[in-house]
């Protein structure tokens, strides 16, 4: 079991939420709150908001990258695209460079800038990693 399902599972646990309760507060379909708690599937980044928002948590420690659970006031989400180009600039580093620099090709690259897609949660880990910044830092929660 993933950091993920074990901290879905113990957030659902805190709230008194069944998957059919979370299924509702978020509007994610219970079958892929099943396959998230059963490690079958992680969210998509629309689903992984969502979940942040119901669980009112930061990103970093909903993936299990910090046992430290914070109480900072976190932001609302900024459009990916918005944040990646701000990033880019603020770290001063090209889309080739980023291309080189990571595992993901220039196409996901220019997606991700013109808001036609977003990140996986695994491309998300791998570009917080980059940048050396929190997840939430990446999605605009913490400015």
Request: proline share 3%.
């Amino acid at each position: 079991m993933s950091k993920l399902s074990e901290r879905i599972n113990e957030y659902m646990q805190e709230l008194g939420f069944n998957q059919t309760t979370l299924a509702e507060k978020t509007g994610i379909e219970h079958t892929n709150i099943s396959d998230f708690l059963a490690d079958i599937h992680k969210p998509s980044f629309k689903n992984f908001v969502k979940l942040l928002y119901a669980f009112q948590c930061s990103a970093d420690y909903l993936l299990g990258r910090t046992e430290i659970h914070t109480e900072e006031t976190l932001c609302e989400v900024l459009p990916f695209s918005t944040r990646l180009r701000a990033l880019l600039k603020e770290y001063g580093v090209s889309q080739e460079r980023l291309k080189r620099e990571l595992p993901v090709s220039s196409s996901v690259i220019y997606k991700w800038l013109k808001g036609i897609s977003q990140p996986t949660i695994e491309s998300l880990v791998n570009l917080a990693n980059y940048f050396d910044c929190s997840i939430d830092y990446l999605i605009g929660r913490v400015r």
